[in-house]
T-cell receptor, first 110, second 112 residues
Framework: EAGVTQSPTHLIKTRGQQATLRCSPI?????VYWYQQALGLGLQFLLW???????NRGNFPPRFSGRQFPNYSSELNVNALELEDSALYLC?????????FGPGTRLTVL | RKEVEQDPGPFNVPEGATVAFNCTYS??????FFWYRQDCRKEPKLLMS???SGNEDGRFTAQLNRASQYISLLIRDSKLSDSATYLC?????????????FGKGTHLIIQP
């Protein structure tokens, strides 16, 4: 069974640009979570989608947004990129209570 | 009080030793508990679930203490490959909040 996939693996942008990150959950999983992990820091919860709806969001500014598609894949958009947005962005999918992570997208903002 | 708290460490432990660390949680209605392992610059991977009666998986033992609201992870006969950051995860009752609340992680270093 395929695991959670994320693309791209690496993304380099400059300050002020916009970034789009994608996540495909494990087949049959309806919940998708997005986390930000800056270097040396813990996981910071960004967004939670379930059945196409945004269920909750973490303490991040509105320029962090996303959506979930009918096939349960998800997209995270970060507008007006700032240097401190450089981090590993992890997506996790969940069916019951266990969450499974994708390999992440490493975003670098120059 | 933070929702999930862990001692960040690092715990420096000689190979072959037994090491244990805890994770406390604030929501008494929390339903499910897990330990994840994260290697440097990699994604977290599910290590084991934590059941009320305690559970074991090889050298790893997980326990839940609902009265004191903490979970623990014990690693016996530690190996160099056990060096990693261990994250505890709590899911609140009713699927509320973000559904998966992570601790900041405990950094474990097994020394030869």
């Amino acid at each position: 069974e395929a695991g959670v996939t994320q693309s791209p693996t690496h993304l380099i942008k400059t300050r002020g640009q916009q970034a789009t990150l994608r996540c495909s959950p494990i087949s049959g999983h309806t919940s998708v979570y997005w986390y930000q992990q800056a270097l040396g820091l813990g996981l910071q919860f960004l967004l939670w989608y379930d059945e196409g709806e945004e269920r909750n969001r973490g303490n991040f500014p509105p320029r962090f947004s996303g959506r979930q598609f009918p096939n349960y894949s998800s997209e995270l958009n970060v507008n007006a990129l700032e240097l401190e947005d450089s981090a590993l962005y992890l997506c996790a999918s969940r069916l019951t209570y266990k969450g499974y992570f994708g390999p992440g997208t490493r975003l670098t903002v120059l | 009080r933070k929702e999930v708290e862990q001692d960040p460490g690092p715990f420096n432990v000689p190979e072959g030793a037994t090491v244990a660390f805890n994770c406390t949680y604030s929501n008494s209605a929390s339903q499910s508990f897990f330990w994840y392992r994260q290697d440097c610059r990699k994604e977290p991977k599910l290590l084991m679930s934590v059941y009320s009666s305690g559970n074991e998986d090889g050298r790893f033992t997980a326990q839940l203490n609902r009265a004191s609201q903490y979970i623990s992870l014990l690693i016996r006969d530690s190996k160099l490959s056990d060096s990693a950051t261990y994250l505890c995860v709590v899911t609140p009752g009713g699927g509320g909040a973000d559904g998966l609340t992570f601790g900041k992680g405990t950094h474990l270093i097994i020394q030869p």
